[in-house]
């Protein structure tokens, strides 16, 4: 994660059902740019391909929430430097990583869902290479390489709340075919409980008084 300035240039979302790929290059001033569409000039690397989420992936008619194996209380303010610092790079709210953290994982870094996602974000393999995670199990790394995905859905939808959120779980070729929330029960579920879980974060963090350095202290589920 060398970069603290992300772009995204012509990341556009092709009609249908086909898959197209990420590109990514790091500029002099170590910026990094994300196109699906590299032109000439440029040393673009492609980082992922796209294509079905984990929605389709899964093939289950109920969200594919997996029970966590960590009972610990503890594990809700583990990560919260992780998650902080992630929000920071990436420009993504606090209680958004929390709330998918919280749906995706249930803060267990060591879950794989049926679909094959894993960690605390439950992020799939392609999903992993593409956001430059090497250790899938290592929450910072998960948590860093959720986030950033977060990032260019979140440029690519133009900061739609809950697009950017179905395409986590659906894929974003999912959200541009169906023109919204897929008519996945799988993906509407989600969207539904990872939203709920935003506010209910938002109206945490309002109530929490501010640490010394100006940062608000996180509270358990």
Not at 15 to 41: C, K, M, Q
Not at 58 to 86: C, H, L, M, N, Q
Not at 145 to 157: H, Y
Not at 173 to 196: E, F, M
């Amino acid at each position: 994660m060398r970069a603290l300035v992300l772009s995204v240039l012509g990341l556009l979302l092709l009609p249908g059902e086909g898959r197209a790929d990420i590109y990514s290059y790091i500029d002099a001033e170590g910026v990094v740019h994300f196109t699906n569409l590299p032109r000439p000039g440029k040393k673009w690397k492609r980082i992922m391909k796209t294509g079905p989420g984990k929605a389709a992936a899964g093939r289950g008619t109920a969200v594919d929430k997996v029970p966590p194996r960590d009972r610990d209380p503890e594990r809700y303010r583990r990560y919260d430097s992780f998650i902080r610092d992630a929000a920071t790079l990436y420009h993504i709210p606090i209680p958004l990583i929390r709330a998918v953290i919280q749906v995706e994982s249930d803060y267990d870094p060591r879950v794989i869902s049926r679909a094959g996602a894993r960690g605390l974000m439950q992020l799939m393999p392609a999903t992993s290479r593409g956001m430059g995670v090497t250790e899938v199990f290592d929450p910072r790394q998960n948590i860093f390489g959720g986030t950033r995905f977060l990032r260019i859905l979140a440029n690519a939808f133009s900061g739609d709340l809950v697009l950017t959120i179905s395409a986590y779980h659906a894929g974003p070729y999912a959200v541009k075919r169906y023109g919204g929330i897929p008519p996945y029960q799988t993906t509407q579920k989600y969207v539904r409980w990872v939203l709920s879980r935003y506010y209910r974060e938002q109206k945490l963090a309002a109530l929490q008084p501010a640490s010394p350095l100006g940062k608000t202290a996180s509270a358990a589920p």
